[in-house]
Every structure is written in C-alpha cells, then in structure tokens.
C-alpha cells in the first residue's frame, strides 16, 4: 500500500511511515494512492460472514501485501475482539451499536487497530514511540486503554479541562503505566492545535520519536470502514440492501471511513451528516461555501469541531466532483434543545436510551427518510449513554444500565497535569519530562 499527501499526490510513502508520521510535512493528510473495489463475490456473500472475516477481507483489500497474511488476521482478531450489533428499533429504522469496546465509543475500533499497527511495525531496540493525543473527550479513553501496557509506547493525552463527562476523565486520567494526561485551559480546537503545532516542531521532533493517534491517523481511519459492511451484511440477513447511513459526526474521520467503504463497492444509497451547532459541512452542502469557525460547546461535546480534520480526505475522495459529492452527502445540523427532545423521543417510543451523539443521527436519520421512506436506515450509536449522564434529562438517564467496567473506575485517583492553551507551555512540559 501506498499513500500520497492530499497537498502533495506525486510524493508517495509506505503504509508504515503513513501511521508513525501521521501528518505529512505539508500539513495535509495521508491517503491510499489507490483504493481497490472489493469483488462482487465479497460483496455478495458478506451476508455470510462474520465480523473478524469482514475486516480481514476488507484490510487485504487495501493494505494489498503491507502485513503477511496470517500477521494481519491475528492482528485483527486481538483488535476487533467484540461486537457491533444493528439493532432494530422499528421498520426500517436500526442503530449500529459501536459502543461495546473497552472505552465503550466507536473510537475503540480505531484506537485498537492502531496500537497495534504501531507496535507490529516497532523494531525491537527503537526509540520509544510517543503517542500525543488531542481529545474532545471520547479518543483519549480510546487512545489510552488501546495503548495501556504496549512496551515502548507512551500517550500523552491533551483535554479540554471542565468540557469532557465524568466518566471520560476517568478513562483518560486514572490509567497510570505508560498514559499521561494533560488538562488544558481551552477548547479541544486549542488541543488539536497544540498538537499539531508539536509535530511540525524541529526541537521536539530531535529528542521524540513523535506520533499522532488523532483520527488523522490512517490507522485509525482504516478499521472503521469494517464496521459498515459489518453492518450492511447484517441487513443483507434480513433481506434489506437499500441502505442510508446517518453518522453523527464531528471531525469527520467516522463518515469518510464510510466514504471509503463506499469506495471500495459498498452500496450505500446515501451518508447523512449529523452535526450539532457545529455546522460548517452541512451549511457547505447547502450552499457550497466551506466556511471553517471557531467551535461552540455543545452537549454533544465529541463533536464540538468547527474545522473538521478529515473533511479534506472527503474532498479529495471525490477529487473535485462537488456534484457527486452533494448527491452522496446530505447534511442535518441540529441544537441541543433539538438534541434534548430527540433523546426523550427515543426513549418513549422505543425504551432505548441513546447519547446525545446518537440522538443527533436518529433525528437526521427520520428528517431525512420522511422524503425517502423506501430505503433501509441505520444511525450509528457512537457512545454508551453512560458516558453523558448529565446531559441526559434524569427521567431517562434513570434507565441507563452502567457497565461494570464503569463502576471500577470509580473511586481511582485522577492523575492530571494542568496546562494552560500555549504552545510555549506545552513544549516546556515535554521537554522537561521526557
Ligand atoms: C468522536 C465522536 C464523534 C465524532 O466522530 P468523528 O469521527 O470525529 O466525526 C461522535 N460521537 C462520539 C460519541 C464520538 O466520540
């Protein structure tokens, strides 16, 4: 496999310095050089096959002879050791639950391939590898317990101090081992800066060995397109094959995994795009202006993303063809009263408690096939309602079943260096802690 910078596509690097650079010099974003359709054969017997068979096939597809075979299937059954159902909540209407990994959000698909990915390619007797980690809440409890333990790695976790839930800052902050965390004075647009900022650093670049694990990632992105055939196969078992994917997005990396599933021959009649007031892509396909803005606080806070990373990979997987794009593509934004009563409405007429993520997709999902009622839909369930208690009125949140990987975490002290919103601070803290 090999992959081209979407600023640069002469150059061309391998898949293994794509997931340790993780962003190329020029600032724009790794992709495949050439994304291979899957036989119609695969295509056609999806319904027979399991998720672990589903990914490996898929992997094969576009990492070509990057990993050998039997390295890459035990890779994939390790990373991908646990479910994601469809749900049916009515006719037509299911949820694709992606949170049952360890931190309980799809992020856990990612996060685990990647870490994996990382330590297949580390050499035995290389400079320790450093993760550094931009989260809005839902990647650092992903990136952390996906690395937690892997020799020769460390994650430093950078969040937005007061805006992630309970919950999550226990998953980023009381791992200990080889995670650290730091909480900074501002918004996660801060954090993904300051991030970004360090990579592009000669000083900091000299004395680490620096890598992201943000979805910018190509590792993270790769895994998440297993999901959506996964998901697509099990409609194919209920004869369903017009399918519309809602996906509540924030920086993007969740829907163009969709996107490149669709690349690679999946059907899918059509990607909505769930944003809350963060709207920048669903005001651009409404008026072909892309117009990136500062991000406003929302209850849905793992989408508080006014510049949305991998919104360039999109563009570029349609190279310029803005009207396919559209016709593929349609957009809901929605506020968080909207999000409030979508949460209660789910509740009442099906007792299924989603987060305000996942609420956010169901309602994008029933605006749209109230025009398209003949096609199959499925929203995707990005996080367990656990990890948002607060944000979900009580009266609901009362039927929320905690995990018991949750109540452990209870009660573990919070580890967390504070930090404030500049680069000069956050070098001098890697510097001095190395
Ligand atoms: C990260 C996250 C999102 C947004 O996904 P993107 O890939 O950034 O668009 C949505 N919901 C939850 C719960 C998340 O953690």
Known sequence: MKLYSTNNTSASVSFKEAVFNSMPQDKGLYMPVSIPRLSDEFISKLGELTLPEIAFGVAKNILGNTIPEADLKALIDDAINFDAPVVELEDDVYVLELFHGPSLAFKDFGARFMSRVMSYFLQAGEKQLDVLVATSGDTGGAVALGFLGVPNTRVTILYPKGKVSGVQEQQLTTNGQNIRALEVAGTFDDCQALVKQAFTDAELNSVYRLTSANSINIARLIPQTFYYFNAWAQLLRKGKSKVAFAVPSGNFGNIGAGLLAWKMGLPVEQFIAATNA???????????????????????????????????????????????????????????????????????????????????????????????????????STAHPCKFPDVIPAKVAANISVPESVKELEGREKQAVQMPASFDAFKTYLLNNI
């Open 278 to 380: 963060n709207d920048t892509v669903p005001a651009f396909l409404k008026t072909g202006v892309y117009e990136p803005k500062p991000s406003v606080q929302t209850i849905s806070n793992a989408m508080d993303v006014g510049n949305p990373s991998n919104w360039v990979r999109i563009a570029d997987l349609f190279k310029g063809d803005e009207a396919a794009l559209k016709q593929l593509i349609t957009g809901y934004s929605y506020n968080d009263e909207q999000t409030v009563e979508a949460i209660e409405k789910v509740y009442a007429d099906h007792q299924y408690v989603v987060c305000p993520h996942t609420a956010i997709a169901w309602k994008a999902l029933k605006e749209w096939q109230s025009e398209h009622a003949e096609v199959t839909g499925v929203f995707l």
